[in-house]
């Protein structure tokens, strides 16, 4: 079976992480755990999925574990309705996997430092941070904790973003937070929560950026942005 | 600016000791802090001095967290019954979620501590423990001083109205019983301070001074040797802006809990 990549390296085409990963995804038909023999056939399921894992977790490891669940429960499904599975065990795995990899590529953000391609409407600047507090670890650095509750962005922030009923737009929520009684743009831009964190979110209505928290320059980041420079 | 001795009898207090039998470890729900991943004294020092150079500590942010001037301080003296209110326990609550707030950069709203405490005590004037208003404004909220006036302890301003606006305050993750009743004293410094280097505020009940307060900032009150930053809830008019700094055995917390995360808004 010969997977069609192409469109998706397209779309992460400036993300060396992304194609690095869809080119395993690749060449994992050739793998020899997964050849259908009928010898192989009889072990196929514990084998197939130590192999999903085995690859998911070392290849799209930083999309979490849903991306894994995703795989597991597509092929589980697929066993089920098709019984001589060692006749389309390839053919399942290659089709779980893209299928993996194609909704992963819809969900997760690009781990390179360009910003995403469509601009996020807003009417002025806006900024949102995604965080996560109550995992057991510290997840921002010192450092992005530091630039984040500084003064300095503050400043930056409280002077340049639009601003809803007096409050400058920008928000530093945990990936948790409730958004019910929120504005409707942070609700949509919280759809991120699938997302790796920290995420940053930048956007002046011209230029945006979605993406990873930079562990120092998170006010270059947002200035390139609101600035263009 | 240092707590001193003088200092401390200027107001009402209230934390009466946790009753562990009926509310032992673990009542509360929230994450185990035993999860909580420490960050090593070796670290705190420099930590300490690059928040203070950033001014990115919670004191910093509650100076411009109401539309760029400070947030002011709780009072729970003032008013009726001689201005002796021994409701420092939800006061202390109150204040950390409004840091939290504060620290998303959510709206400034000035939230009823006395909603709270004079909900949980049927508008007596009693005493009770920082665990205690945490566990109550997690399920209930706590509200608007709009709707819910401080100072007032009649339970008529509790309407629908009321605990509708409070849910929008409610924190829905938290640490909780950071304090061991007997022991590991040292371990609970160490996860207060731990927080409160990440900007999270922490409720810090203080039996040696039968007072709840809101801890936000570690201190290194001098080399190697660290304390914490309160904000306390006799109004602005006390310590430094309604803030003072204990040190030594004064600062190891009897019992603590922690929000962490609340309603976005």
Redesign the interface.
Known sequence: MALNLEPIKQRHQREAEWLAILDECANLESHPALQPTDKFAGKVRPIALAAIRSHAEAQLGQTGPGVLAGLLGRLSGVKAAVPSLSTVTHWLLGAAILAGILWASGRKVGPGPQPTPNVIPSDGLRVLVVYE??E???L?T?KQ????????L?GY??ANCTRE????A?????K???????PKW?QDQ?TARGDVVPLLVVTNGKRSYRGPLPDGGILAKIKEVNEGK | MRITDDMLGYGATGLIPRDYASFPQGCYASAPPAQIKLIPRTEWSERIKDMEATKSRLSDIRLRGNYGKAIPSLDQNSGRNDGKWGYCWAHSTTHAIMLVRAAANMPYVPLSAFAVAATIKNGRNEGGWGAQSLDFITERGVPDQRFWPQNNVNLANGTAECWANAALYKPVEAWADLASPQDVRDLTFDQMATLLLQRIPVVVDLYWWSHSVCAMDLVETSPGQFGIRILNSWSDSWGDQGTGVLAGSKAIPDGAVAPTVVVAA
Request: zero cysteines.
């Open positions: 507090k109550t057991g670890a510290p921002l010192a904790q530091s630039e984040l509750f500084g003064a300095e503050a922030l409280n009923n007096s409050q400058p920008y928000r530093f929520l945990d948790d937070s409730p958004m019910g009684n929120a942070w919280m």
